[in-house]
């Protein structure tokens, strides 16, 4: 079965700092999907930024980019010049290419110091 | 052109009460997925519905728990006899095709608390 672990349950960065959230998972399979979403207070789940497995190129998204190291099986965001609308929790998550459901990481709650 | 749409918000059930949670997916998506986040903790699968077919339930409870997805309507997830380990946020989510690789939109979720 697949895994997803977040190992850092909470993380803080300065205001128009950079921060990178860590994201591992398990798997046997080779085609899959990688996500990050963020859940802001109101809990609604906001998609930042999405990976295919077979494709070498790291995402990007405005200040949002992934490290994707497939051999090491790590799913890194970083987020650059972080705002205060950036705290939030992140969850990393993981689609088969064969299955219809997404399996989440526990999060990691992002503070946003001013 | 509205998300996904969970009613109620919040709901306060009495134990051995029921709880129904409704989720109305995005116009144009045929799929729905219910999720279940426990506070503290990840969101973790609960079923996988078609209109009028269950596609993937490995994720539900054996007992209590039922979903469906009629022909007209929202997606309700049924809770019987709900017990205080049930209380938490329960989400929905829709895409237009059975894994939807562009990611799926969520709702708000509905807050569940038993008392």
């Known amino acids: 079965a697949q895994t997803v672990t977040q190992s850092q349950p909470e993380m803080s960065v300065q205001e128009a700092e950079t921060v990178t959230l860590s994201c591992t998972y398990d798997?046997?399979?080779?085609?899959?999907?990688l996500f990050w979403y963020k859940q802001p207070p109101s809990r609604q789940m906001i998609l930042v930024i999405r990976?295919?497995?077979?494709?070498?190129q790291n995402a990007t998204e405005n200040r949002f980019s992934v490290n994707f190291q497939k051999a090491a099986k790590s799913f890194s965001l970083k987020i650059s010049d972080s705002q205060l609308g950036d705290a939030a929790m992140y969850f990393c998550?993981?689609?088969?290419?064969?299955?219809?459901?997404?399996?989440f990481g526990k999060g990691t709650k992002l503070s946003v110091k001013p | 052109n509205a998300g996904v749409m969970q009613n109620p918000r919040h709901l306060v059930r009495r134990r051995g009460q029921e709880a129904r949670l409704r989720c109305s997916p995005m116009?144009?998506?045929?799929?729905v997925y219910w999720y279940r986040q426990l506070p503290e903790e990840g969101l973790k699968f609960m079923v996988y519905l078609q209109k009028e077919n269950i596609i993937d339930e490995s994720g539900m409870p054996k007992e209590r728990f039922s979903a469906e997805f009629p022909k007209e309507g929202p997606s309700i997830l049924r809770i019987q006899q709900v017990v205080r380990g049930d209380s938490a946020a329960y989400f929905c989510a829709s895409s237009r095709t059975g894994g939807d690789f562009g990611g799926y939109t969520f709702g708000s979720g509905t807050r569940l608390t038993v008392v």
């Open positions: 998550a993981y689609l088969s290419g064969s299955q219809g459901n997404l399996i």
């Open positions: 990976q295919e497995a077979y494709k070498q």
């Open positions: 116009k144009g998506h045929s799929h």
């Open positions: 798997t046997s399979e080779s085609d899959y999907y």
